[in-house]
């Protein structure tokens, strides 16, 4: 199973992009972050007629989850459980071909300090609660997206120059880390050690052509999950294309059962 995730930055803005690349890589099982549509505006057909089943959560102008599959997906969630008051749409769960996966966009944070941070915060909290309960039911269960934690020095390109950011601050790591030592295993980085590998590259200063990068774009897979990783590479290739996202996609593949 080849499973992409891909922060797009306006689904509509860049479509004709998106399925282009659909078309040339061909995920079983695609995720997209920030597509900033609300449900019913989201461009369902452009992937049906690729061949994909479409669940989507959206809200007007921001944020915004979407998972896509070839086969079809069952038990469909569309919040992360925990703060029912939170109408963000930054969460969308299902299972696809016994795989329990998520598509998440996991709050900004910044400026720091203020409720930003705290909502960051919490809704790490909630996401480190949620996987626990799906530990708890030990079954393969992948969550990518789009985290906005750059979990070590080496996953930016000046760690001085994001010092004051909410995506390194010690308690953002810190609880990435909480999410880790439940017994998550972050794919890239269990194959990978190289530094400079980045997901991200802002559109201001140069930051692409100079490679000023974060990596923030992550799987997290449970053991049973982790049991059939057999690759995860970032492609980078789009994020040099004409009205390319700020983001790449991440590519996670899993050894069939």
Known sequence: MKIATWNVNSVKARLPQITDWLRLTSPDVVLFQEIKCETAAFPGPAFEELGYHVAVVGQKSYNGVALLSKAPASDVITRLPGEPEDEQA??????????????????????????????????????????????????????????NVIPEDRDVYSPADMAGDALTQPET?????????????????????????????????????????????????????????????????????????????????????
């Open 173 to 257: 790591r810190a609880k990435f880390r909480a999410l880790l030592h439940l017994g998550l295993t972050e794919a890239y980085r269990a194959l990978h050690d190289d530094d400079r590998a980045y997901t991200f590259w802002d559109y201001q200063a140069g930051c692409w052509p100079r490679d000023k990068g974060l990596r923030i774009d992550h799987f997290l897979l449970s053991p049973q999950a982790a049991d059939r990783l057999a690759g995860c590479v970032i492609d980078r290739g789009p994020r040099g294309g004409e009205k390319a996202s700020d983001h790449t996609p991440v590519i996670l593949e899993l050894r069939d059962a």
């Open 90 to 147: 930054r969460y969308i769960e299902a299972t696809v071909a016994g795989v329990r996966i998520a598509s998440l966009y996991l709050p900004n944070g910044n400026p720091i300090p203020g409720e930003k941070f705290a909502y960051k915060l919490r809704w790490m909290d909630r996401l480190r609660a949620h996987a626990t309960d799906l530990l708890a039911r030990e079954i393969p269960f992948v969550l990518g997206g789009d985290y």
